[in-house]
């Protein structure tokens, strides 16, 4: 079994930065994706970035230039560094990691980004 422990999230204000962290714990036996998803009230569900044990990392248009995925492999840990957040940051974040053909989710870390 994989747990996924998500922290970071929080309130700032547009313009403001937050980082978020998941830190992923259990039977890993090896990590091929690790990954940032958000979803809105009344939106699905949408990727935000991801990295892959290459290391090369992919972002939504929406976030590029603004947003830092990184994986600390010794640690199992990946990092989401949100810098300029706006208000349609706005969402509950969840990390994913695919392990195995199989996807593990966290439970969400909420970001609000208001004045």
């Known amino acids: 079994q994989v747990q996924l422990v998500e922290s970071g999230g929080g309130l700032v204000q547009p313009g403001g930065s937050l980082r978020l962290s998941c830190a992923a714990a259990?039977?890993?036996?090896?990590?091929?994706?690790m990954g940032w998803y958000r979803q809105a009230p009344g939106k699905q569900r949408e990727l935000v970035a991801t990295?892959?044990?290459?290391?090369?990392?992919n972002y939504a248009d929406s976030v590029k230039g603004r947003f830092t995925i990184s994986r600390d492999s010794a640690k199992n840990t990946v990092y989401l560094q949100m810098n300029s957040l706006k208000p349609e940051d706005t969402a509950v974040y969840y990390c994913?990691?695919?392990?195995?053909?199989?996807?593990?989710w966290g439970q969400g870390t909420q970001v609000t980004v208001s004045s």
């Open positions: 259990g039977s890993i036996f090896s990590i091929d994706v």
């Open positions: 994913k990691l695919r392990s195995l053909f199989k996807d593990y």
């Open positions: 990295i892959i044990n290459g290391g090369n990392t």
